[in-house]
Protein backbone atom coordinates (compact mmCIF):
# COMPACT_ATOMS: atom_id res chain seq x y z
CA UNK A 1 0.00 0.00 0.00
CA UNK A 2 1.00 3.60 -0.71
CA UNK A 3 0.20 6.62 1.37
CA UNK A 4 -0.20 10.49 -0.42
CA UNK A 5 0.13 13.13 2.67
CA UNK A 6 -0.79 16.58 1.40
CA UNK A 7 0.09 19.84 3.05
CA UNK A 8 0.11 23.57 2.51
CA UNK A 9 -3.57 24.52 2.11
CA UNK A 10 -5.47 27.24 3.75
CA UNK A 11 -7.24 30.53 3.43
CA UNK A 12 -5.39 32.75 1.42
CA UNK A 13 -6.27 36.89 0.27
CA UNK A 14 -6.55 37.25 -3.80
CA UNK A 15 -3.87 37.64 -5.08
CA UNK A 16 -1.94 35.02 -2.73
CA UNK A 17 0.29 32.54 -2.53
CA UNK A 18 0.19 29.26 -1.58
CA UNK A 19 2.31 25.90 -1.72
CA UNK A 20 0.88 22.38 -1.64
CA UNK A 21 3.47 19.45 -1.19
CA UNK A 22 2.13 15.87 -1.34
CA UNK A 23 4.49 13.14 0.12
CA UNK A 24 4.22 9.39 -0.79
CA UNK A 25 5.13 6.65 1.28
CA UNK A 26 4.39 2.79 1.49
CA UNK A 27 5.63 0.03 -1.22
CA UNK A 28 7.46 1.68 -3.58
CA UNK A 29 9.41 0.85 -6.43
CA UNK A 30 8.73 3.68 -8.77
CA UNK A 31 6.17 6.14 -9.34
CA UNK A 32 5.36 7.41 -12.83
CA UNK A 33 3.63 10.68 -13.42
CA UNK A 34 2.19 12.65 -10.42
CA UNK A 35 -0.04 15.21 -10.17
CA UNK A 36 -2.34 17.71 -8.84
CA UNK A 37 -5.92 17.93 -9.10
CA UNK A 38 -8.92 19.90 -7.99
CA UNK A 39 -12.72 20.02 -7.09
CA UNK A 40 -14.64 22.79 -6.15
CA UNK A 41 -18.47 22.37 -5.14
CA UNK A 42 -21.04 21.43 -7.33
CA UNK A 43 -18.18 20.95 -9.98
CA UNK A 44 -16.28 17.80 -11.33
CA UNK A 45 -12.51 17.11 -10.57
CA UNK A 46 -10.26 18.71 -12.84
CA UNK A 47 -6.82 18.24 -13.07
CA UNK A 48 -4.32 21.31 -12.55
CA UNK A 49 -0.80 19.56 -13.31
CA UNK A 50 0.89 17.02 -13.97
CA UNK A 51 4.73 15.60 -14.21
CA UNK A 52 6.19 12.65 -15.31
CA UNK A 53 9.09 10.91 -13.69
CA UNK A 54 11.19 13.21 -16.01
CA UNK A 55 9.73 16.47 -15.29
CA UNK A 56 7.99 16.98 -18.27
CA UNK A 57 4.79 18.86 -17.34
CA UNK A 58 1.69 20.04 -18.71
CA UNK A 59 -1.07 22.39 -16.90
CA UNK A 60 -4.69 23.43 -17.32
CA UNK A 61 -5.08 26.48 -19.14
CA UNK A 62 -6.73 28.43 -16.37
CA UNK A 63 -3.93 28.14 -14.08
CA UNK A 64 -1.06 28.80 -16.90
CA UNK A 65 1.69 31.18 -15.85
CA UNK A 66 0.13 31.27 -12.36
CA UNK A 67 1.11 27.83 -10.74
CA UNK A 68 4.34 26.09 -11.08
CA UNK A 69 4.23 21.89 -10.45
CA UNK A 70 7.93 20.31 -9.55
CA UNK A 71 8.58 17.06 -7.84
CA UNK A 72 11.95 15.55 -5.84
CA UNK A 73 12.47 12.15 -7.01
CA UNK A 74 13.98 11.28 -3.75
CA UNK A 75 11.80 12.09 -1.53
CA UNK A 76 8.40 11.32 -3.95
CA UNK A 77 7.27 14.13 -3.51
CA UNK A 78 5.44 16.37 -5.60
CA UNK A 79 4.99 20.73 -4.89
CA UNK A 80 2.47 22.87 -6.36
CA UNK A 81 3.59 26.42 -6.12
CA UNK A 82 0.10 28.91 -6.48
CA UNK A 83 0.65 32.51 -7.18
CA UNK A 84 -1.91 35.40 -7.92
CA UNK A 85 -4.54 33.22 -6.65
CA UNK A 86 -8.39 33.83 -7.45
CA UNK A 87 -11.24 32.87 -5.74
CA UNK A 88 -12.39 30.76 -8.91
CA UNK A 89 -8.86 28.59 -7.66
CA UNK A 90 -11.04 27.53 -4.48
CA UNK A 91 -11.07 24.18 -3.91
CA UNK A 92 -10.22 21.20 -2.40
CA UNK A 93 -6.91 19.87 -4.02
CA UNK A 94 -6.11 16.31 -4.13
CA UNK A 95 -2.23 14.47 -5.23
CA UNK A 96 -2.51 11.73 -7.24
CA UNK A 97 0.15 9.50 -8.16
CA UNK A 98 0.60 6.39 -10.71
CA UNK A 99 3.16 4.01 -8.41
CA UNK A 100 4.70 0.83 -9.04
CA UNK A 101 5.16 -1.77 -6.16
CA UNK A 102 7.69 -3.82 -7.82
CA UNK A 103 9.44 -3.83 -11.55
CA UNK A 104 6.51 -6.15 -12.73
CA UNK A 105 3.61 -4.33 -11.58
CA UNK A 106 1.72 -2.46 -13.81
CA UNK A 107 1.11 1.07 -12.44
CA UNK A 108 -1.12 1.48 -9.39
CA UNK A 109 -3.07 5.63 -9.22
CA UNK A 110 -3.55 6.42 -5.83
CA UNK A 111 -5.03 9.70 -4.16
CA UNK A 112 -4.22 11.79 -1.07
CA UNK A 113 -6.81 12.79 1.17
CA UNK A 114 -7.47 16.53 -0.24
CA UNK A 115 -6.33 19.84 1.09
CA UNK A 116 -8.92 23.07 0.97
CA UNK A 117 -7.45 26.01 -0.90
CA UNK A 118 -10.03 29.04 0.04
CA UNK A 119 -8.86 32.15 -1.86
CA UNK A 120 -11.46 35.09 -0.37
CA UNK A 121 -11.01 38.67 0.74
Known amino acids: QVQLVESGGGLVQPGGSLRLSCAAS????????MGWYRQAPGKQRELVAA???????TSADSVLGRFTISRDNAKNTVYLQMNSLKPEDTAVYYC???????????????WGQGTQVTVSS
Open 96 to 110: NAGVKHTIVDPVTDY
Open 26 to 33: GSIFSINA
Open 51 to 57: ITSGSST
